[in-house]
């Protein structure tokens, strides 16, 4: 014989509502998250990256090529001030790293990569190579 439950649907809608809910940090009104977003392509000879990090100056970015794992981080600095006059109202200041690691499918050539860093995008192109050596990138 059947045995007949009672079903509920606002036990599933709030099932998972407590779990991990207060362990991400909230954002205030008007902050942005900054994480570097990537676009990676690929062509016979070279991996080709686009990485967004709007707002950093390019001294701040680091690149490190080691085989196929390539890591991008970047030192940020805000700095926001409202002024009534000669007063100042309002003030704010951040700082913190941001970083962001992956692994290609095949292995790079540091000492032929380059890296450019315009308008917030940095432009990685990244030779393959069949066996590597660890080497930070300069950008230009």
């Known amino acids: 014989m059947a045995?007949?439950?009672?079903?509920?649907?606002?036990?599933d809608l709030f099932k998972d509502f407590?779990?991990?809910?207060?362990?991400?940090?909230?954002?205030?009104?008007?902050?942005?998250?900054?994480?570097?977003?990537?676009?990676v392509n690929e062509d016979d000879k070279a991996f080709t990256v686009k990485a967004d990090i709007p707002g950093v100056?390019?001294?701040?970015?680091?690149?490190?090529?080691?085989?196929?794992?390539?890591?991008v981080s970047a030192e940020v600095k805000r700095e926001r001030e409202e002024k009534k006059g000669e007063k100042v109202?309002?003030?704010?200041?951040?700082?913190?790293?941001?970083?962001?690691?992956?692994?290609?499918?095949?292995?790079?050539?540091?000492?032929?990569?380059?890296?450019?860093?315009?308008?917030?995008v940095l432009n990685l192109t990244l030779p393959k190579k069949s066996n590597g050596s660890a080497k930070r990138v300069e950008i230009s």
């Open 3 to 11: 045995n007949i439950t009672h079903y509920n649907p606002f036990d």
């Open 18 to 39: 407590g779990k991990g809910f207060w362990i991400r940090p909230a954002a205030l009104p008007g902050e942005t998250d900054l994480a570097i977003k990537i676009d």
């Open 57 to 71: 100056k390019k001294e701040d970015i680091k690149v490190d090529v080691d085989d196929e794992r390539i890591a």
């Open 89 to 120: 109202v309002y003030s704010e200041r951040s700082y913190g790293m941001v970083s962001r690691s992956f692994t290609l499918p095949a292995a790079v050539d540091a000492k032929g990569a380059k890296a450019e860093y315009k308008d917030g």
